[in-house]
């Protein structure tokens, strides 16, 4: 069984409390019931970890690289925007996929969410698909 972590950044346990006309008003509880009941209809095994601090992030991803984790998908919030250490740890793991995803289309926003600086060291991006993009990427991982 295929073991898949899921890590989100910051202020992603704030849905369907933030922003909801961008966000959507689902909240963090549901995106984790929906990327667990997909895991499950893929058969494979999910972590899904939140943090709002980037070492905290860092660490997992460090982590991973002991822990058997064949893959992992990664919204890193508004970290993507700008933290070149998290980019750095997602390289660090170059053997593990990677995917990361965003909920809101990044190209249609703010002109500096167009730029990610962690998408270049990851293997797909999925963008403005909503909690969908989740699934999509657990199955693009799955099928790798
Ligand atoms: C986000 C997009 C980021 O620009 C923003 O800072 C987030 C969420 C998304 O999922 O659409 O926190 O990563």
Redesign the pocket.
Known sequence: MKKILVIN????NFLGIREKKI?GDRDYDFLVKTVKEKAESLGCEVEIFQSNHEGAIIDRIQEAYSDGTEGIVI????Y??YSYAIRDALASVEEIPKVE????D?TA?ESF?SVSVTAEVCQKQI?GHGIDGYCEALQFLVEM
């Open positions: 950044g910051p202020n992603l966000y919204n890193p919030g508004a993507t925007h995803v965003h909920l809101s990044i926003r969410r963008f």
